[in-house]
């Protein structure tokens, strides 16, 4: 199974940008996908999840109306649009897939399989 993020970068505050995931290896319709990421010195923290089923999108408080969550399964990919992003949301960002996950799954240890991260810096 491979897990491969894309799509990071430096962008100003206020900016956007668009990760990537692709995957390979795996059912992806029966996987729930989700974001993490992680600030230098801090723990890995949970971004936003979407089901397998397509339908049922969770987010952190820290992200909810900024940013957007979605999949094709055709592509076998997993996307999460940013928009208005602070240098707060400044880290790596993970991908993960955790096999017919429930709605809001938001705890690491319920994901099967990691990406290996893509960067994302905002500067102010």
């Known amino acids: 199974v491979q897990l491969q993020a894309s799509g990071g970068g430096l962008v100003q505050a206020g900016g956007s940008l668009r990760l990537g995931c692709a995957a390979s290896g795996l059912t992806f319709s029966a996987y729930s996908m989700g974001w993490f990421r992680q600030a230098p010195g801090k723990e890995r923290e949970f971004v936003a999840s979407?089901?397998?089923?397509?339908?049922?999108?969770y987010y952190a408080d820290s992200v909810k109306g900024r940013f957007t969550i979605s999949r094709d399964n055709a592509k076998n990919t997993v996307y999460l649009q940013m928009n208005s992003l602070k240098s707060e949301d400044t880290a790596v960002y993970y991908c993960?897939?955790?096999?017919?996950?429930?709605?809001?799954?938001?705890?690491?240890?319920?994901?099967?399989?990691w990406g290996q991260g893509t960067q994302v810096t905002v500067s102010s």
């Open positions: 979407i089901m397998w089923t397509g339908s049922g999108t």
């Open positions: 993960a897939a955790g096999r017919f996950l429930r709605s809001g799954a938001r705890h690491p240890s319920e994901y099967n399989y």
